[in-house]
């Protein structure tokens, strides 16, 4: 079992909430070739991750509530307002914070697209027998920025995605300014490899980036100038500002 681990961040994200879109049509392969573009094999490395299952560490028997409450750390409560009741654990001063759920890289929220919201738990509205994998997140290095207040809990169903699925990537924009900003002449970008110029406006930007950390490096001509790592969330862009000076 891996802690959870603290740094400082930030991003803007943009939620696209699917209502109802046309259906995905499953891969034809195993479900772990969906899962591999959003990135879920990797994470199961990452410090932030306290619960990562796959299709077939999955019970079809199992309540999600007793595998999160078995990752340890975590607590499920009977559940209010928006959220679900999964909670950081209870100490003495009380329910730890709130988890965030996401379907499919949706922020599933009670009352906007389950109705009932007295009764209906998470064992209700979902069923671990449907799930292609489960993954549970807490603190700021996790893949989304809902780590930055408290944590995600990740849940991956290939069978009810649909066109209307937020990707699950984010981005980079960079950039360079200052009196010597024209002597940045390339950004190559780790570890994808990419390179790109800045554009007339002194901007760089890298896209469609799945959640991790990332280096940037600058260079005017085949000279370094400059090293930054940013961390990627998904649904949002981090921006990294850069003047040069001569």
């Known amino acids: ?19 109802g879109g046309l259906p995905h049509e499953p891969s034809a392969g195993p479900a772990t070739a969906w899962l591999a573009s959003k990135g879920f094999a990797e994470r199961a490395a990452w410090s932030s991750a306290i619960l990562h299952l796959s299709r077939e560490e999955i019970p079809d028997t199992a309540r999600i509530s007793d595998l999160l409450r078995a990752a340890g750390g975590l607590d499920v409560l009977a559940p209010e307002g928006e959220g679900w009741g999964v909670h950081e654990a209870t100490s003495s001063q009380g329910p730890g914070c709130e988890l965030s759920v996401r379907l499919n890289g949706n ?6 697209r389950f109705g009932a919201r007295r009764l209906l738990t998470i064992d209700a509205a979902f069923r671990a027998k449907d799930l292609d994998g489960l993954e549970v997140h807490l ?25 209307l699925d937020p990707q699950f990537v984010g981005g980079i924009v960079a950039t360079v300014s200052g009196e010597a900003a024209d002597t940045v002449t390339s950004v190559v970008l780790e570890p994808t490899g990419e390179r790109r110029t800045p554009d007339a ?15 940037l490096t600058f260079f005017s001509r085949d000279e370094v100038l400059y090293h930054r790592s940013v961390r990627v969330y998904a649904f949002g862009e981090r921006e990294v500002l850069l003047e040069v000076s001569r």
């Open 107 to 112: 922020d599933s929220k009670r009352h906007a």
């Open 201 to 215: 406006r002194g901007r760089i930007e890298f896209d469609t980036l799945l959640p991790g950390l990332y280096h």
């Open 1 to 19: 079992m891996r802690p959870c681990r603290s740094m400082t961040g930030w991003t803007l994200a943009v939620i696209a909430v699917s209502c």
């Open 139 to 163: 603190g700021p290095e996790g893949p989304t920025r809902d780590g930055l207040e408290c944590g995600v809990v990740l849940l991956w169903a290939e069978a009810k995605a649909d066109s």
